[in-house]
Structures are given as C-alpha cells and as structure tokens.
C-alpha cells in the first residue's frame, strides 16, 4: 500500500484535496480526519502539518507527500521534488516599513522575522550578511509594529498583508514556490522502493493527467482541405491533430488539444481562415 502524506490546514490543504479527488482518489470526509485508507487504489493518506510533511517523506516512512517547495527547501529534509503542481504559488521575500533597507545589504545588524529561519539564515550566510533570525510561527507582518524585528522574510502572493502593514518588499526575490509531490532524496538508486515504484509512477501519472485536464481544451473544427496545412500549424495538437475526411467532398474535420489559455484567439485565427464549426470541449481527465 502506497503511503502519501497530504497537507492537513492552510493554503495547501483544500487544493491538494481537490487535485487528489479529481484524480480519483477518495478523500477524508471530516477536517478531524488524520489518516484514511482508499482500498480500491491501494494508498493510504497521512493529513499532516504542512511543515513536516518533508521531515516524514524524508524519515522513508511515508513514500511520497504534497507540500511546498519552500516549506521543503526550509526543513532540510532529505527529500526532493519530483512533480510542481501549480497551486499555492508564492514568492518569498524581504520586506520592511519604507527606508528600512534598500537591498541586502542594508541588512547587516538588523534583526529579521520569519517563519522560514531555515531559508532566511542560508540565504544571509550564502550572500555573507551578519543579521539575527527571530522565528515566529506566523502573522510576520506585524512584527516590526511590535518592535520585535526590523525586517520581516515572508511569504508574498497578492501583497495584500504587506500593503496592510504598510511594509514594502525590497532587494531580489529569495524564492519562488508552488506546491510540489516530494518523495525522499536518492530513494529510486537505492532499491528500497522497488515495490511500491509502479504505485508512484501510477500517482504521478494520474497527477498530470489533471494537470493536462486543468491546463488543455479539446478543439474540434472543419475546414477546407487546402487550408489544412495553416490550420495544423494553429493547432498542432501534442502529438498531432486528427484529420478525419467529411461526407462533403474537399472538407475535413480536425481534431488537437489546445492549451485553454490560448482557445479563443486561436478560434479566432482558424476562423479567420475559414474554419467552420468551431469547438472547444472539456477534458476531464487524461493520460499522456
Ligand atoms: N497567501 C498565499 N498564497 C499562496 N501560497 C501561500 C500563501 N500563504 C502560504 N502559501 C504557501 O503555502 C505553504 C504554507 O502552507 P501553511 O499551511 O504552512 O501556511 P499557511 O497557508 O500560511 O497556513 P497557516 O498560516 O494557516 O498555517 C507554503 O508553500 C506557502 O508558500
Ligand atoms: O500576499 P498575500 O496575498 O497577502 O499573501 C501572503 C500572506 O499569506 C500568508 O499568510 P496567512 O494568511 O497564512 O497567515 P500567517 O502569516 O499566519 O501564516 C503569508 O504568510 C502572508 O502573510
Ligand atoms: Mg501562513
């Protein structure tokens, strides 16, 4: 039975669930829940605090869990990430009421507030800046106010809270995050894994499959036989499309998965070179 830790609260939690749910995967019922079993898949789900999610993936008793890169990258776990998941994207950045600090620099002697002591303390080492870390376990932005910290290193998605706060990020960057399936460092090579190998690539290709789903439209339209050519080139499919012969002579329909960011302007654009009966379809669930 595959052992899969998922996040049990915050932003992480609900579309993890969801992503979960929609690749077939049955799902605790109750918030309270801890752990369920899913027998008809074979995996057993572990709700777990975000935070240490690495640290049991890591330990080798969990195979594989859902967490964020920068909750992996903070714990130091021995685990890495083998498939981003889109969701719960974030940067994670230095920020201070205005005129604190113009870049890291500035920095040297401050004392900075984060959740994150474990990137934030590398990060300063690594560009070799002397300031002290205070560990707070969340609400960050009101930690200058209080006068425990000059500087805050916090997670940013909107920068609705740091407007709030009346604090502004300043210097680069100090990660990007999503949510990503880890599993632990190096457990392929060593063997140990080899019975539960095909359950996680099966995991893995369910995952993608809704990503697919969430990402891709399938595109159906008719068009005459010479413009085929520039209409392929619109939608070029991920293989190729199909190209199926009309009843009416001289005509074809065609068929590609198109990204559905793009959907309407490339129905734009076969219309424009008169393609007809143009449609786009949802896919629910694939396997590439
Ligand atoms: N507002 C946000 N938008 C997008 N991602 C976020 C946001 N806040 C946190 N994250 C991401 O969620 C993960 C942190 O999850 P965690 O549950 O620990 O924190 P949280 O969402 O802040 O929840 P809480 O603070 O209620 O415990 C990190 O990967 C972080 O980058
Ligand atoms: O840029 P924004 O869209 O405002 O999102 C970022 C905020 O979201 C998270 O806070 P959360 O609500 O989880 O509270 P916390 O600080 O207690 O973790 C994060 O810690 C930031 O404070
Ligand atoms: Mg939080």
């Excluded at 805050?152 to 909107?158: L, Q, R």
């Excluded at 159906?220 to 012969?245: F, I």
Aim: net charge negative; proline share 5%; hydrophobic share 40%.
């Amino acid at each position: 039975m595959l052992r899969i830790a998922v996040p049990n609260k915050g932003s992480l939690s609900g579309p993890a669930g969801e992503m979960l749910h929609e690749a077939g995967y049955q799902q605790r019922r109750e918030a309270k829940e801890l752990r369920i079993v899913d027998p008809e898949n074979e995996v057993e789900f572990f709700y777990l605090r975000p935070r240490d999610i690495a640290i049991y993936v890591s330990s080798g008793k969990l195979d594989i869990g859902i967490t964020g890169r920068d909750l992996l990258i903070d714990s130091g776990a021995n685990a890495e990430p083998i498939l981003p998941l889109g969701f719960a994207r974030s940067t994670f950045r230095f920020a201070g009421k205005p005129g604190t600090a113009a870049g890291l620099a500035d920095l040297a002697g401050k004392t900075v507030a984060t959740s994150y002591e474990g990137i934030v303390a590398k990060y300063l080492a690594d560009h070799g800046v002397d300031a002290s870390v205070v560990h707070l376990d969340g609400a960050v932005e009101t930690a200058i106010e209080l006068g425990v910290a000059e500087v805050i290193a916090d997670v940013v998605e909107t920068g609705t809270s740091l407007r709030n706060a009346g604090l502004e990020v300043f210097g680069d960057p100090i990660m990007k995050s999503e949510a990503v399936v880890i599993r632990r460092t190096g457990a392929e090579a060593t063997g140990a894994t080899e019975e539960t190998e095909p359950k996680v690539q099966q995991f893995l290709r369910r995952l993608q499959g809704v990503l697919v789903a969430r990402t891709y439209v399938m595109m159906d339209y008719d068009c005459r036989v010479e413009q085929l050519e520039k209409a392929v080139a619109l939608t070029p499919g991920l293989e190729s499309p199909t190209v199926s012969p009309l009843h009416n002579e001289g005509w074809v329909a065609v068929r590609a998965m198109v990204p559905s960011k793009e959907a309407q302007r490339i129905m734009d654009d076969l219309y424009d070179i008169g393609a007809r009966a143009i449609l786009t379809t949802a896919i629910h669930a694939c396997r590439l």
